[in-house]
């Protein structure tokens, strides 16, 4: 067992390289598997203060999420060893050593525990500093094009979410959608006055019915994973995306392989990553603390929406409600696609279980008001690491 550090901050911020990973085989995952559920046994149960979240709940409820579980303990594990081992100069250990290091668990004394601890915070740290963070603080954000944005000229971010494509988004959007948000059934307000401007008494909605008595709102597009996920910075010539999001996309395949091409580049600003909502519903969607699932009766594109939290306080009445979400007649506009909101679930999930969304609320007020702390800190630091990292790029920060 490798000597204690006596440190309560990561050394190796770069260290986890999700693009890439050790292969392991049934016998090394399974019995990695049974080390990381020992630990979480002896663990969760005496969470301590060193996050101001419950992180080793959010270790267990991200490993029970994802698809790759070999990849993921396969960076956990070695993230784990690497702590453990800095500032000694020995060799790598291969990942079976690594995994018998677990061997005599039961037998370490309370230092090497206690900073085994501090090493799974890192871990879990990393996870909410590279990937929950920045998803949950550009989730409430998606740029809403108007017709003087359209005529803008070509900025870095661009190159991957034209203004253009995010008005061709909204159009094919309100169209599927009929004109109403997925959750209210609001109408929009823009398209009423336009119909009624038309129309007047006899206006009616896209299933023939009339709009007299309706209460419409103005309606937005609201990406289920951010618009700012795949948006590139630099130069126009030069735009590349940023190593804080290329670790954010490398996190996002662990929970599910096969989606991770669904938001690439351009195809972040398709149908299939966004729905029409009113602004009330899209931040809160976009906060991850409403989500949804599929029905119980597995009815194509039909979902239970409702509070990630059960205790939620002042809950709007309206939740939980079914709702079958619309498809286009012609079938020409593609419906969201389920992958993308069981990931957004997952997240939310996450957030809620461990504590790890009110800690980012704190954040994210603490970023909005750029407020001293009694420590003398602000949130300076995650603020610029956001803002350099791009997830800020191409929306207004307020």
């Not at 149960?45 to 992180?55: F, G, H, P, V």
């Not at 871990?123 to 590279?130: E, I, K, R, T």
């Not at 009766?297 to 929406?305: A, G, L, R, V």
Request: charged share 25%; proline share 7%; hydrophobic share 35%.
């Amino acid at each position: 067992m490798a000597a204690p550090l006596h440190r309560h901050q990561s050394s190796l911020q770069g260290f986890v390289d999700f693009s890439s990973s050790t292969v392991l085989t049934p016998d090394q995952c399974s019995r990695a598997t049974k080390i990381f559920n020992q630990l979480v046994s002896r663990y969760e149960s005496i969470q301590d203060e060193r996050t101001a979240y419950k992180y080793i709940t959010l270790l267990r409820t991200v490993y029970e999420s994802v698809v790759s579980k070999g990849h993921f303990l396969s960076h956990f594990f070695l993230f784990i060893d690497a702590e453990l081992r800095y500032g000694q100069d020995a060799p790598t250990p291969t990942f079976a050593e690594i995994l018998s290091q677990f061997d005599s668990l039961h037998s370490w004394s309370h230092v090497q525990s206690d900073e085994l601890q501090d090493t799974l915070a890192n871990f879990s740290d990393y996870l909410v500093n590279n990937f929950f963070l920045p998803l949950k603080a550009s989730g409430r954000k998606t740029p809403q094009p108007t017709p003087t944005s359209l005529s803008l000229p070509q900025s870095p971010d661009n190159v991957v979410g034209t203004t253009q494509r995010l008005a061709r988004l909204r159009q094919q959007c309100l169209t599927r959608d009929r004109y109403r948000c997925v959750i209210s059934r609001k109408f929009d307000l823009n398209e009423a006055l336009s119909r009624w401007n038309r129309d007047g008494d006899d206006s009616k909605d896209d299933d023939g019915l009339p709009l007299k008595d309706e209460r419409p709102e103005y309606l937005e597009v609201a990406h289920i994973l951010p618009h700012s996920l795949t948006s590139l910075t630099g130069d126009v010539e030069d735009s590349q995306l940023s190593e804080s999001k290329r670790i954010a996309l490398q996190v996002l395949k662990m929970f599910d392989p096969d989606a991770g091409h669904l938001v690439e580049g351009p195809d972040i600003d398709r149908s299939i990553n966004a729905i029409v909502l009113t602004h009330n519903w899209h931040q809160q969607v976009g906060d991850f603390t409403v989500s949804f699932q599929p029905t119980i009766d597995q009815s194509p594109h039909s979902y239970k929406i409702d509070y990630i939290d059960p205790n939620r306080p002042f809950r709007d009445p309206l939740l939980p409600v079914n709702r079958q979400l619309y498809i286009t007649p012609t079938k020409t506009i593609d419906p969201p696609a389920p992958r993308l909101l069981a990931i957004h679930h997952a997240i939310a999930r996450i957030l809620h279980l461990s504590g790890a969304g009110g800690y980012i609320d704190r954040i994210i007020r603490d970023m909005e008001e750029l407020s001293i702390k009694e420590d003398g800190s602000t949130a300076l630091g995650q603020y610029a690491h956001l803002k350099i990292g791009g997830w800020f790029d191409g929306i207004p920060v307020c």
